[in-house]
């Protein structure tokens, strides 16, 4: 079975951190850039941060840059989320998609939302609370 799952959330304090991991199962993940979304309750979904399928390229959301990391670890087909400095604000169901870009875009990725771009794979989320 292909999937992608998210693990790693939980309630954690304003200041605290957080790591999330995306795993592929049934496929390797080495071949896509990986993107982070987050969706609140009542707000649209927002790309959050991506790492290209090479590993050189990432981006980030202006609001979390600073304080959010990404990494890939292609001997466990995992990209993680490190998450430092947490905020109320970020407070979401985090989504993991996978978006196949080799040859030339292997050092490239980008935060596009859906509907406006059409991902292969999503995870199922995990839920993220930061509260005191």
């Known amino acids: 079975q292909l999937a992608l799952v998210e693990s790693g959330g939980g309630l954690v304090q304003p200041g605290g951190s957080l790591r999330l991991s995306c795993a592929a199962s049934g496929f390797t993940l080495n071949d896509y850039a990986v993107v982070w979304f987050r969706q609140a309750p009542g707000k649209e979904r927002e790309g959050v941060s991506c790492?290209?399928?090479?590993?050189?390229?990432?981006n980030f959301a202006d609001s979390v840059k600073g304080r959010f990391t990404i990494s890939r670890d292609k001997a466990k087909n995992t990209v993680y989320l490190q998450m430092n400095k947490m905020k109320p604000e970020d407070a979401a169901v985090y989504y993991c998609a996978a978006d196949r870009l080799t040859g030339a875009l292997q050092a490239v990725c980008h935060m596009t939302t859906p509907p406006e771009y059409d991902y292969d794979y999503w995870g199922q989320g995990t839920q993220v609370t930061v509260s005191s």
């Open positions: 790492i290209s399928s090479s590993g050189e390229g990432t």
